[in-house]
């Protein structure tokens, strides 16, 4: 029995750790964006009531 949980269970531990560095690529990419690129500045209308 051992031997045919073993290899599920490598694919599943491979498959969240590649998950995983994803993830934190894809973070860490948003993070650079916003920090580095310029401020937006959309002609768009605010969403709140004048009074």
């Given at each position: ?12 531990v ?37 009074a």
């Amino acid at each position: 029995m051992r031997g045919t949980r073993t290899p599920r269970a490598a694919r599943t531990v491979q498959g969240l750790g590649t998950g995983a560095v994803l993830l934190a690529y894809w973070t860490t990419v948003a993070l650079l964006a916003r920090w580095t690129g310029e401020p937006r500045t959309s002609g768009a209308e605010s969403v709140r009531r004048k009074a």
